[in-house]
């Protein structure tokens, strides 16, 4: 069972920025992809960034430019960095990976509302 323990969300102003963290229980190399999604009440899941195992990356078109997504092989870790908030990026926020063997697993989400 592959568990992965998402961080570092909370209550920031407009214009502010967090980083997320997103620790996987096995390696990275046994991803093909990883990824954050989001959830915001009353919206659909919606994925917000992704990295393939071959470094492909791949953004929501709002995130693009203000959100940056990056990975830590040594620390089984892959984060979200959140920039120029807006209310608009209020949601629950969740890490995802697809494993070389074909499962999909998620986090248990980190909430991120961005208010003044």
């Known amino acids: 069972q592959v568990q992965l323990v998402e961080s570092g969300g909370g209550l920031v102003q407009p214009g502010g920025s967090l980083r997320l963290s997103c620790i996987s229980s096995?390696?990275?190399?046994?991803?093909?992809?990883m990824g954050w999604y989001r959830q915001a009440p009353g919206n659909q899941r919606e994925l917000v960034a992704s990295i393939s195992r071959d470094d492909k990356l791949k953004y929501l078109d709002s995130a693009k430019g203000r959100f940056t997504i990056s990975r830590d092989n040594a620390k089984k870790t892959v984060y979200l960095d959140l920039n120029s908030l807006t209310p608009e990026d209020t949601a629950v926020y969740y890490c995802y990976a697809h494993v070389l063997w074909g499962k999909d697993y998620w986090g248990k989400g980190t909430l991120v509302t961005v208010s003044s």
């Open positions: 096995i390696s990275v190399f046994d991803m093909a992809i």
